[in-house]
């Protein structure tokens, strides 16, 4: 079966094909960088990532841009709040996101693109919007898109233009209709702004992201992304000036569900936002990600910390089996995908399912563990890392694999001098026939939560929770 993706724009399940034969155009819309993310923010980055992944992993080279809103509403006001310019607040926040992207796994973007590096090409679709008569200069310095000139406003999220609230992104007294929204807003006091042909101002925010995509990824291309949040009014008017403009602009529209907290979108407003920052220092970054993740893409998660934890234990579970299979095996590098795995993927990326699958492989992995049978085990081995691999979960590569991911890692190193040290003691006991101090070593570290085990490769420890269980993983 080939890759089929649940498109936006048709409400239906597509088989996806792409415009140039192994190759995939993304654009992801990335952060508004007014405050650091939370939780729910970087779910898109993970969800979209993995789509990459897989993409990658089926033969395609992907170029995937994601940008950065660092001129908005949200950005000015909260520079204003702080009494700092706009960009102080954007580059901090830039940053933040950055640091998320990279502590997750995310694969950095080809482009990320800044919306203030692109007034150019802002002005210039501007300009051919109002030769082509679709937008209007009301003589203040604003430019407004006229939403009754291009029939198709409200196909996207599947709204009539004549049930539509007015937009609230401009001053309504320059407009034809209230349901115009601004292309480009007159500068005002204390403001940024750039010069244009109709007067200095700034951009508004949905003109950014169509000017950004075309000068990446052109006039047409495979798939626009973002939070089910953006579907109106941010990605309707998306639609309606890139195509009112004459391009063909995206062929497939992919949104992931919100990450929710007692039922409500997870956002600022609410106050209930979970920093990134503070999630891994109770888990470790790839389970946090493995969380994330778990769930169909358009799913919500109702984010708990009880749900966070069995996800951890789950995601060491995976983890435990491949490094166990590594010390026997040495290095094994992915290899063939289970056929279940890759069914579920090319279904809409059915994480939830390929997860079972990817389960029930290691269980497999478990038994070959104690048979003592290597060839077979290195191929479940390579199997299980090219699985963890197109999940960006692979416990043996980058960034997994370094020393320290942050959060809880640096914590675990630091727990493995000291049992490295205790262990130690072990084995000069054992070497002296001194079993009583030896049996105390174990004792001790059984009582922190510390299980050793003795194998042919050498004593190895793991916390309790993460100990070989065939039965369970």
Not at 40 to 68: C, M, P, Q
């Amino acid at each position: 079966m080939s890759l089929r993706l649940y498109d936006t724009a048709t409400r239906t399940v597509r088989d996806f094909v792409p415009l140039q034969l192994g190759k995939a155009g993304i654009y992801l819309c990335g952060a508004t960088v007014q405050s650091p993310p939370h939780v729910g923010h970087v779910r898109s980055g993970i969800n979209f990532d993995v789509l990459r992944r897989w993409l990658e992993a089926s033969g395609h080279t992907v170029t995937f841009v994601r940008n950065v809103t660092d001129i908005e509403d949200k950005v000015l006001a909260r520079a204003s709040t702080e009494g700092v310019p706009y960009w102080v607040i954007a580059a901090r926040n830039e940053r933040a996101f950055s640091q998320a992207y990279d502590l997750l796994g995310c694969l950095p973007a080809t482009y990320e693109p800044r919306a203030t590096g692109h007034v150019p090409e802002m002005v210039t679709l501007i300009q051919r919007l109002v030769d082509r008569g679709a937008a209007y200069v009301p003589g203040n310095g604003d430019v407004y898109f006229d939403v009754r000139a291009y029939p198709g406003y409200g196909s996207l999220s599947g709204q009539r233009l004549d049930e539509l609230q007015p937009a609230e992104d401009a001053d309504p007294g320059g407009k034809r209709d209230p349901r115009d929204f601004a292309l480009w807003k007159g500068a005002k006091p204390g403001e940024p702004a750039w010069d244009t042909p109709w007067g200095p101002g700034r951009p508004g925010w949905h003109l950014e992201c169509s000017a950004m995509a075309e000068k990446y990824l052109g006039q047409v291309f495979d798939v626009h992304g973002g939070g089910l949040d953006l579907v109106f009014p941010h990605h309707e008017n998306e639609v309606a000036q890139s195509c009112a403009a004459g391009d063909a602009f995206a062929r497939y529209w992919m949104h992931n569900a919100w990450v929710t907290t007692a039922g409500e979108k997870m956002s600022k407003s609410l106050g209930n936002s979970l920093l990134v920052t503070e999630v891994v220092k109770r888990v470790r970054p790839v389970e946090l990600r493995y969380y994330l993740g778990a769930a169909h893409y358009r799913s919500a998660i109702e984010f708990s910390f009880a749900a966070l934890d069995e996800a951890a234990v789950a995601y060491r579970r995976l983890e435990g089996f491949v490094r166990r299979a590594a010390e026997l095996t040495g290095p094994v590098e992915a290899g063939p995908l289970c056929a279940d795995f890759s069914a579920a993927m090319d279904d809409d990326l059915g994480v939830p399912a390929a997860l079972a699958a990817l389960h029930e492989v290691v269980r497999e992995g478990n038994t070959r563990l104690g048979s003592g049978d290597g060839p077979a085990l290195r191929g479940v081995l390579g199997s299980v890392r090219a699985m963890l691999g197109v999940l960006g979960l692979d416990p043996l590569a980058p960034p997994w694999s370094a020393a320290t991911t942050g959060g809880e890692d640096t914590s675990r190193e630091a727990l493995g001098r000291l049992v490295a040290a205790e262990l130690d003691v072990r084995a000069r006991a054992r070497a002296d026939r001194d079993f009583a101090t030896a049996d105390a070593v174990r004792d001790r570290l059984k009582a922190a939560g510390v299980v050793i085990e003795d194998t042919p490769a050498g004593t190895r420890w793991e916390l309790a929770d993460t100990s070989f269980d065939p039965a369970g993983a």
